[in-house]
């Protein structure tokens, strides 16, 4: 077989997901008794969190058939002459500063706070690097006592695929993948404070089968919250965006089966993402809030935001300086900086109850309960969603993203097409036979897949990125067929 990964070099993406399900989010008031904020005198909050991620290619050299699976930081890295390449140890050192600037702050006496979400790829691909000098300022502030409630993990799926277009078996073995990696990294005691999930893409699934198993994916992952963008979900009643997006909602997804699975939802408003991040816009909007009432309480709105946290001039000069200015600011007055979790635990520890929260579902669902019930069966719902495709060309259902202009499906037959296959292949060989996960062909197996799922090779465009992402189905699909024969 060419270009095919020593299973010694695999990350730990397997073996122990009962274990890591059963831990995820464990920790009670993992954040609101640290923080030290006094959240009956706030009048609002501010939330950020830094998405970061960076594929993992077949370019350790320059034939594609039997180069080796390195990181696209690795690529930049050794040809910083070509192109955007010489922003790599710019990206590296964001990927590596917000370790550095907590203790910086909390030193200060202030109050940091951030949310983090490292893909498995980017992980993958760091430890590959021999990023020890990244870790070790990334594990101090994820297990030191002094810091670890000022930085907040949020899962995601390991390969960064997109919830919409990726089989839904495949999309929990991202989840859990990420979940065991984090724990190999940093210990299962942190895993117990990792209540929040952060969908790639922004990618909420619409089409309600599919988002079901979402949902339902996240809660028995251990999940307490997703972050959802505002444009990709509607109150049921009426079909409209959230009129109150900064207070937190419960998303609730019904199936066509009658099946029910809801989580609770921080939203993240529209705008520039990495822009209003870098500026901390969230800050500034949080300041001319006033609390909300809920429930015959009085609560502070959240205000939450999420963008990449390496990509464009605005992250990597404008944001260090900042976040440094806004928390400096933010600390001890009556507009902090939260992160999710601590401001959710705040917010149940005040007498609030989940079930007081207003109720948000996918995007275009109205249009389909209008017509059928939950319980009516798949083929009712396939057949709906065809009527409201024909009446409606602006109906659609291949979810939300943090984009409108952007689909994950259309154009993309030339990739998605051995993706599927090499999909279907996996689950006839490998999960449909049982192949325990402990296996390290299974493990092998596994990480191909996942790799070939990352969005990256769709959202860049054709060409090389589509031609990287074949060579990895090839690839997975030998693997399959080389160690599991019929």
């Known amino acids: 077989m060419t270009g095919i ?45 830094l998405h970061m991620q960076q594929p993992l290619i077949p370019a350790g050299s320059g034939d594609l058939q039997s180069a080796a699976i390195i990181s696209n930081l690795k690529h930049m890295m050794d040809h910083q002459t070509i192109g955007d390449n010489h922003n790599a140890p710019v990206f590296y050192w964001c990927y590596k500063r917000v370790g550095e600037f907590i203790p910086q702050l909390f030193n200060e006496g202030k109050q940091p706070r951030v949310m983090l979400e490292y893909t498995g790829c980017l992980f993958d691909g760091l430890q590959k690097m021999g990023s020890q000098d990244l870790f070790d300022v990334l594990r101090d502030i994820t297990v030191n006592e002094r810091y670890r409630h000022c930085a907040e993990w949020l899962g995601c799926p390991w390969g960064h695929a997109v919830a919409p ?47 079901y198993e979402f949902v339902k994916t996240l809660r028995d992952c251990g999940f307490q919250w997703v972050i959802v963008q505002e444009h990709t979900v509607e109150h049921p009643e009426d079909g409209w965006h959230p009129r109150q997006p900064h207070l937190p909602h419960r998303l609730v997804c019904r199936n066509s089966r009658g099946e029910t699975a809801e989580i609770i939802a921080l939203i993240k408003t529209q705008g520039s ?31 939450s ?79 709906t969603i065809e009527d409201l495709r024909k009446e409606d060309h602006r109906f659609h259902m291949e979810g939300g993203s943090w984009t409108d202009h952007i689909s994950w499906v259309d154009g993309y037959d030339n990739v998605l097409g051995p993706m599927e296959q090499v999909s279907a292949l996996f689950a006839r060989k ?57």
């Open 5 to 49: 990964q020593s299973i010694q070099d695999l990350p730990e993406i397997s073996g122990l997901e009962a274990e890591v399900a059963a831990r995820t989010g464990r920790q009670e008031d993992a954040y609101r008794t640290a923080g030290g904020v006094n959240f009956a005198g706030i009048r609002g909050a501010a939330a950020i969190a």
């Open 165 to 211: 277009s990726t089989p839904a078996q495949d999309y929990r073995l991202h989840v859990l993948a990420w979940q065991q990696h984090f724990a190999s990294l940093f210990g299962m005691e942190a895993l117990e404070r990792v209540k929040g999930f952060s969908p790639s893409e922004m990618a909420l699934p619409n089409e309600p089968d599919v988002a």
């Open 273 to 303: 993402d990495t822009k209003l991040v870098a500026q901390m816009q969230p800050y500034y909007e949080a300041k001319g809030l006033s609390r909300i009432a809920l429930a015959g309480q009085v609560i502070p709105p959240i205000v």
């Open 305 to 383: 935001q999420i963008a990449d946290g390496e990509n464009g001039g605005v992250m990597m000069n404008e944001f260090p300086g900042k976040f440094m200015e806004v928390v400096r600011e933010a600390s001890g007055s009556d507009t902090p900086l939260m992160n999710g979790s601590e401001y959710l635990e705040h917010l149940f520890a005040s007498g609030i109850k989940p079930s007081d929260l207003p109720v948000l579902q996918p995007v275009h669902q109205k249009k389909i309960w209008d017509r059928m019930q939950p319980g009516d069966g798949p083929e009712k719902l396939q057949s």
């Open 430 to 486: 490998i999960l449909n036979a049982g192949v325990p996960t402990t296996d390290p062909r299974y493990r092998n197996a596994l990480y191909h897949l996942m790799i070939t799922q990352t969005s990256c090779f769709r959202y860049w465009g054709q060409g090389t990125w589509t031609d990287y992402a074949r060579e990895l189905c090839r690839r997975t699909e030998e693997i399959l067929n080389h160690d599991f024969p019929e």
